[in-house]
């Protein structure tokens, strides 16, 4: 069965949660990130706090790979033509799969189709493998900043739409 994205209602977070903490704990445990020295990476996400996140507005979806969720991902608008994607996860046993790059061309075309016309985000920069694949996938880096309060550089990428991904968007519209 083909994995399916849809969006997350409050019902789901709960679910959303267990899978951003479990898929974000491989990236503490690969930089040594704790409550301690660093409380508010992803990986220590309150159920609150992301229940406030979604109350605030933010756009939430799941991937289902059959009934489970596998990963989700957050979209935020931050103007008319930039939106900032968060949260990007998929569970480890389910990665390798091609589930991130479904959840991201989601992304993309949805904020295509909401009037967007680019994406941002930070990761750690020190992730390169992360960082690559980000740029393997249409992202451009676009600096980085290193924060007093956190135990590793942040670093910046964004995605801007081209008219192949315009008429790939409508392609895709027109034959839902």
Request: charged share 20%; aromatic share 10%.
């Amino acid at each position: 069965m083909e994995p399916q994205i849809r969006p997350l209602s409050r019902e789901d977070l709960p679910a959303a949660h267990a899978v951003i903490c479990e898929s974000f704990q491989t990236v503490a445990a690969d930089f040594g990130l704790t409550r301690e020295n660093c409380p508010k990476h992803t990986s220590f996400l309150t159920l609150h706090d992301l229940q406030a996140r979604f109350a605030d507005g933010r756009l939430m979806f799941g991937l289902y790979a059959g009934t489970a969720l596998a990963g989700c991902f957050t979209l935020s608008r931050r103007n008319d033509v930039t939106w900032e994607l968060n949260h990007l996860a998929v569970l480890p046993h389910a990665r390798h799969q091609g589930f991130g790059q479904k959840m991201l061309r989601f992304a993309k075309n949805l904020v295509i189709a909401l009037g967007g016309r680019q994406i941002e985000l930070s990761i750690i920069e020190e992730s390169e493998i992360l960082k690559s694949w980000y740029v393997e996938n249409g992202f451009r880096h676009t600096g980085t900043k290193k924060y007093t309060h956190l135990p590793f550089t942040s670093g910046y990428l964004v995605w801007t739409a081209e008219k192949e991904e315009d008429s790939e968007w409508q392609k895709h519209s027109s034959s839902s």
